[in-house]
């Protein structure tokens, strides 16, 4: 993997994020079209959509040959494959997007022979670019960076409660925003998975939870946080797959075991 990392063109593919950023910025919120996607209140934008396509013809031009998994467009099934591959999600908070709400970003997951490598979420509305190198660490604009060593007593805890299975998941999240609160400093909720995980990389929170995630928002991520010092697991601890959405716990080390513990039953 160290090998394949020395030619990633890691500058070519932030330069290549950093340019479909502006597609999000200068998009007109009051004239968007928008259309719903299976589940309550799923939405995808044409915005979304403009962002997938820039990105895959960039990355397509820059490693010919690669393979995409990605939220929007029908991409959203193919299995991880040879060679490199990206998972994407063009923008990750698409309602905080649509509402004008500026917590939303760019995530790309970079894999090879089905191995993560590289990981860039990039916040274009306060220019924090996350990223990190399989084995070399979390960066938060080249800054490196660390999760913290808090008791969860005092820690930061994002529940993440997407409406899209809501029959399904509903009560579920009740339960856990329950038991959280009972063992956590205080409750956040952002809307941007890849951000909120991104957050306990740096250093900001110390847990992030939800019962039904899908691969694009956490591939980057996961890395990410892996890479500043913390553990990324489904509810019941095992590793988190590629080929399809499962319960994502996300959490500083100090804190993932009280997390663990609270969940591992509740899905
Ligand atoms: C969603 C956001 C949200 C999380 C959902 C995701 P999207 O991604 O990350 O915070 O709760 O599960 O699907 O739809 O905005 O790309
Ligand atoms: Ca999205």
Redesign the pocket.
């Known amino acids: 993997m160290q090998d394949i990392l020395k030619e990633f063109p890691e500058r070519e593919v932030e330069a290549i994020i950093r340019d479909a950023s502006k597609i999000m910025l200068e998009a007109d919120n009051h004239r968007m079209h928008i259309e719903k996607k299976d589940g309550a209140a799923?939405f995808v934008t044409e915005y979304d959509v403009k962002v997938q396509r820039f990105l895959e013809g960039k990355f397509s031009a820059l490693l010919p040959g690669c393979g995409f998994l990605a939220?929007e467009e029908g991409e959203n099934e193919n299995p991880l494959g040879d060679g490199y591959m990206f998972i994407i999600?063009p923008?990750?908070?698409?309602?905080n997007f649509m509402f004008g709400r500026r917590a939303?970003c760019i995530s790309v997951g970079v894999f090879y022979n089905r191995q993560a490598l590289y990981g860039a979420v990039y916040d274009p509305y306060a220019d924090r670019f996350y990223s990190a190198r399989a084995g070399q660490g979390a960066y938060l604009n080249g800054e490196r960076i660390f999760a913290a060593d808090r008791d969860p007593s005092v820690g930061i805890a994002y529940i993440?409660?997407?409406p899209?299975y809501r029959e399904k998941t509903g009560r579920i999240i009740a339960e856990t925003t329950y038991e959280i609160l009972m063992h956590f400093g205080d409750i956040r909720r952002?809307?941007?998975?890849?951000l909120?995980i991104c957050s306990i990389a740096s250093g900001e929170a110390d847990m992030y939870c939800?019962p039904?995630?899908?691969p694009w928002?956490h591939a980057a991520a996961g890395l990410i946080l892996k890479e500043a010092g913390g553990i990324v697991t489904d509810y019941h601890g095992d590793p988190l797959g590629y080929n399809g959405p499962s319960s994502v716990l996300a959490a500083t080390k100090a804190s993932y075991e009280t997390a663990q513990n609270l969940l591992k039953g509740m899905v």
């Open positions: 799923n939220e999600d923008i990750d908070g698409t309602t939303s993440g409660s997407a899209y952002l809307g941007s998975a890849a909120e939800e039904i995630l899908s928002d």
